[in-house]
Structures are given as C-alpha cells and as structure tokens.
C-alpha cells in the first residue's frame, strides 16, 4: 500500500494471516521450481535432516570433497537427530576435523539436534 511519498511500505510476511503466508510460500515455491527445475544439491544427504546438518559442515570450508567424505561416516554412527543430540563432543570432533572449525561445528550440530528433539519431541528420526 503506497504511504503519502508514493513509495511503497513493506509489509513483514510474519504479520500476514497464516493462509496468506502460506499462499505466499506456494507461490515462491512454484516460481523457484520454474526458473531452476534441475536443481542438484552439491552435499551428500539422503533426508533434510542430513542436508540440514551438510550444510552446518559446509560453513567456512574449502571444499566439498572432505565435506562428503566425512558426512557418510557421521550419518552412519549417528544417523538421527536423537542419536546425534546424544553424542560425545569429542567423538564428533574427530570425525569432522578434515571440514575445519570442527569444534564450532560440533557444537552447532550437536545442540541443532538437541533442539530438533526437544521441539518435535519424537517427531524427527
């Protein structure tokens, strides 16, 4: 809605009525999906918790050939959120080491998990 100077006033989506911000979201969905049909997700994941995390251990790393060398591993000794929340701080350090800032990112994966486990309490594998 134009103010009084012509220009146009933002409207915060998070104000909007929940069937509108989702009508919103469908619409951009739909839009993205159009202009980038082929979409191929460079990090290696098998659910969106994975890519969740892959991208956790992508931040500040140089390349993602150690990064999908090591999330294999990590999704196999700890393959749910619960298992991950569960987690020894070192034993995740020294798997994630090679991707740099290893103790950063086991932090914030690990208390990732931990959040996702207690919000959707047994929602989440």
Same mark, same amino acid.
């Given at each position: 809605?134009? =103010? +009084? %100077? @012509?220009?146009?006033? !933002?409207? +915060?989506?998070?104000?909007?009525?929940?069937?509108?911000?989702?009508?919103?979201? *469908?619409?951009?969905?739909?839009?993205? &999906?159009?202009? /980038?049909?082929?979409?191929?997700?460079?990090?290696?994941? &098998?659910?969106? /918790? &994975?890519?969740? #995390?892959?991208?956790?251990? =992508?931040?500040? =790393?140089? *390349? $993602?050939?150690?990064?999908?060398? #090591?999330?294999?591993?990590? !999704?196999?000794? /700890?393959?749910?959120?619960?298992?991950?929340?569960?987690?020894?701080?070192?034993? #995740?350090?020294?798997?994630?080491?090679?991707? @740099? !800032? !290893?103790?950063?990112?086991?932090?914030?994966?690990?208390?990732? %998990?931990? =959040?996702? #486990?207690? $919000?959707?309490? *047994?929602?989440?594998?």
């Amino acid at each position: 809605m134009p =103010s +009084s %100077s @012509g220009t146009r006033r !933002f409207r +915060s989506p998070l104000t909007e009525r929940p069937a509108l911000r989702a009508r919103r979201v *469908g619409q951009i969905i739909e839009r993205l &999906q159009a202009r /980038y049909p082929d979409v191929q997700l460079p990090l290696t994941h &098998q659910d969106p /918790y &994975q890519l969740l #995390v892959a991208t956790i251990l =992508s931040a500040q =790393s140089t *390349g $993602r050939r150690w990064l999908n060398r #090591v999330t294999p591993t990590l !999704f196999a000794q /700890y393959p749910t959120a619960q298992a991950l929340a569960a987690a020894r701080r070192r034993d #995740v350090e020294r798997m994630i080491k090679p991707t @740099g !800032f !290893f103790r950063q990112k086991t932090a914030a994966i690990i208390h990732m %998990s931990q =959040s996702l #486990v207690e $919000r959707l309490a *047994g929602m989440c594998r």
